[in-house]
């Protein structure tokens, strides 16, 4: 098994519709990112959490740490198509920074205007 | 800023082949990383580097060759192509500075045949 799993797989809903996206991870989580990848292109950093029960919103996404759940979810109100794409979460796992992430397997979200 | 910038864009090789993937970022990081994605696997680590003349191994390191001779230029040689190289490469870079931020190169796709 993955040391950060990613819930679902793959999801697609209906345009204006709410969505949640979670980060599992089987090791202390010293910070989490999220980042997002458009088909054919690089990944966009999105947001960082580094302390438990820290929460960041940019536009209609939020993201959340729990540090007891060692968890992170990714909530979208009001789903875009522009929204659409891969949603990565990448954890470090030390306390030192070494600069090393392990990413997630990735979650595809479709938008359907 | 250009950021980090990877070519070429797409690649076929044959097995056997050599290549060399470029990588450059104009940000100043003492930090780059090589990673590979493949379908539904998220990003692996392959090589990392804390500065020019210092490299590491990451996770997937067999088949891959790295130098860092100055800040801004990472490349990533394959020196024998292998079928299960095919992949989607990312070039990223990050400060190092505290809980710093990857900022990623738009991927080179290889195929090897």
């Known amino acids: 098994s993955q040391e950060l799993e990613q819930s679902p797989q793959s999801l697609i809903v209906q345009e204006g519709k709410n969505l949640t996206i979670n980060c599992t991870s089987s090791?202390?989580?010293?910070?989490l990112y999220w980042y997002k990848q458009k088909y054919g292109e690089g990944l966009i950093f999105l947001m960082m959490l580094q302390k438990g029960g820290e929460e960041k919103s940019h536009e209609k996404i939020t993201a959340k740490l729990d540090e007891k759940k060692q968890q992170s979810s990714l909530h979208i109100t009001a789903s875009q198509p522009s929204h659409a794409g891969i949603y990565l979460c990448g954890a470090r796992h030390g306390s030192s920074n070494t600069g090393k992430l392990i990413f997630g397997q990735g979650t595809t979200l479709q938008v359907k205007p | 800023n250009a950021g980090v910038t990877q070519t070429p864009k797409f690649r076929i090789l044959k097995i056997g082949q050599s290549m060399t993937l470029q990588c450059a970022q104009d940000m100043n990081h003492n930090y780059m990383y090589w990673y590979r994605q493949d379908p539904g696997m998220g990003l692996k680590l392959i090589y990392y580097s804390v500065g020019a003349g210092i490299t590491d191994k990451g996770e997937v390191p067999n088949g891959y060759n790295v130098s860092r001779s100055t800040t801004e230029d990472f490349p990533l040689r394959l020196e024998l192509a292998a079928p299960s190289q095919t992949s989607v490469y990312f070039c990223a870079s990050s400060s190092g500075l505290g809980w710093d931020t990857q900022y990623f190169g738009p991927g080179t796709r290889l195929t090897v045949l």
């Open positions: 090791k202390t989580l010293y910070g």
